[in-house]
């Protein structure tokens, strides 16, 4: 689960995914699947108030590389990149639009033992970036990476 700002307004997001390490490298390969709502703002508008735009949500799945920058003792920091194709639900005050998009996917972030801390960054074509912060925990065979 994360939390993190973006344009236009403050974002929560939450994420599923599985990874594995690349034999004899420091690489891992993933797949993400979440979604992210900018909702958390409490919006009021005038009934006579003329349709605009609100804010974007999205869902994605996607796919990932991690680079191990260092790993020692359970602890791991990585640099992340990807790429996740999208359906973004734009909402204006009277009506909603569902397009697809894709968002690049940019962060770093580190591994203690079974928890994994985050910061990604989502990039839309179309003009949104948002920043999340994330903690997780993961489970499963451990793969140390080189």
Request: glycine residues 16%; proline residues 3%; neutral net charge.
């Amino acid at each position: 689960m994360g939390f993190g700002g973006g344009s236009p307004s403050f974002t929560m997001g939450m994420n599923i995914g599985f990874d594995k390490v690349i034999k004899e490298t420091r690489w891992r390969w993933g797949i993400d699947a979440g979604i992210m709502n900018q909702g958390i703002a409490d919006y009021f508008f005038e009934d006579e108030e003329p349709d605009r735009f609100v804010r974007p949500n999205y869902e994605y799945i996607g796919g990932f590389v991690d680079y191990s920058v260092f790993s020692k003792n359970g602890w791991t920091i990585f640099a992340r990149g990807g790429l996740a194709p999208a359906h973004r639900r734009d909402l204006y005050i009277w009506h909603s639009e569902d397009k697809f998009t894709s968002l690049g996917v940019i962060g770093v972030g580190s591994d203690y033992y079974n928890g994994r801390y985050t910061v990604t960054g989502y990039i839309d074509p179309r003009g949104s970036f948002i920043c999340m912060v994330s903690f997780g925990l993961w489970f499963g065979k451990s793969m140390k990476a080189q």
